[in-house]
């Protein structure tokens, strides 16, 4: 990517860091039909961090479009990007606003450039990860939903512990986007090897939509805890421009700085 002074994607990329850190979480979500036409979803959901690599303990809102076959979850705070996934295209598109920039990712070219010593490593590493559910046959009313919770425990390179409340209330599909950033999705580094599937087998004991996700996350020695809420999900028509980048917007291209998937380091 070149390097633009003055630049905070030139002199430590917002966006670069935050495509690790998506992918590595993403990996935890365990969260599952296109949404085809402009009748889709919009979702808000509120996002707790007691302190992500030594940042300061945060609270913002995201809100997350749900149509055309594609997704976009426009973040607040400081240095936030939106960040636009389309799964037939195959690509991820980060905006940042401050800097009036895009970044274009495509995931198939990133899997597929994770080749060498260290990426067999990093393969290696996640698959040796095992992951546990458990329904815990509690149950209560969050917001406007009957939820379940369920404890996910992950070893390995990372040690997460989560407890999730999810609702079958909602008739919402979301696998072909979380797929898209899985490490242990169809294409991701494990894609379809026997570790791969059944990390996938045992994360789809959690039925439904996730309302509330507390997670704990060890990694590299630096503790992670963040908490997300959804608030509100409802039907709605989505404009079909929302999925567009924004007139003047410059394109940056990261192809020599695209992180690991999994790493979250700047």
Partial sequence: MMNQQ????????????RLGLALALSALLPMSAAIADEEGYY?????????????????DLSKTYLAYDKMKVVNEGTDATDMIMDPTAGTIVFV????????????????????????????????????????????????????KQYRVTKTGMMGVDQEIWATEDVDLDVTRYTDMMSLSGPGGM???SPAGVAQREEMSKIKGYPILTKTKMEMMGTTMETET??????????????????????????????PPPGSAHP
């Fill in 190 to 192: 494990l894609a379809n």
């Fill in 96 to 147: 940042n606003h401050a800097e009036k920039e895009y970044l274009p990712i495509d995931v198939k070219s990133v899997m597929d450039s994770m080749t060498g010593p260290a990426a067999e490593q990093m393969r290696a590493m996640m698959g040796e990860m095992t992951v546990k559910v458990e329904a815990t046959g509690e149950t209560k009313k969050i917001g406007d939903w009957d939820t």
């Fill in 43 to 59: 979702v808000e959901t509120i996002n707790r961090s007691a302190g992500v690599m030594g940042e300061a303990a945060s609270e």
């Fill in 229 to 258: 809420e959804v608030t509100v999900i409802r039907k709605e028509a989505i404009p079909a421009d929302i999925f567009e980048i924004p007139q003047g917007y410059g394109e940056r291209d990261m192809s020599v700085q695209v």
């Fill in 6 to 17: 003055g630049s905070s994607i030139g002199r430590r990329p917002v966006m670069t860091r």
